[in-house]
C-alpha cells in the first residue's frame, strides 16, 4: 500500500512539472492567435479613433463612447491591452 502512494506522488508530480513547463508557452499562442484576430483588428482600430477624438476634444463625450467600446471589444474577444504595455 505504501508503494501505491509513492507512486501516485509522483506521478502528481509530474504531471504538475510538465503542466509547468508546457502550458504557458500554449497559452501564449492562444493569446497570439487571439489578437491577430478581426475582432482584436477592430479593437485596436477603434482605440486609435477614441484616442485621436482625444486629441481634437479633450472634453468631448465622442472620445468616452469610443474607448467604451473599444474596452468592450477588448473583453469580447480575449485581447490584449495596448494601453498596459
Known sequence: MKYIYIILGIVIILVI??????????????????????????????????????????NGKKWVRESMAAEGLRKDFGCTDINKK
Open 17 to 58: 512539472i510538465t503542466l509547468i513547463i508546457v502550458l504557458p508557452p500554449y497559452l501564449e499562442k492562444k493569446q497570439k492567435q487571439r489578437d491577430r484576430s478581426l475582432g482584436c483588428l477592430q479593437y485596436r482600430q477603434m482605440l486609435t479613433e477614441s484616442e485621436k477624438s482625444y486629441a481634437l476634444n479633450p
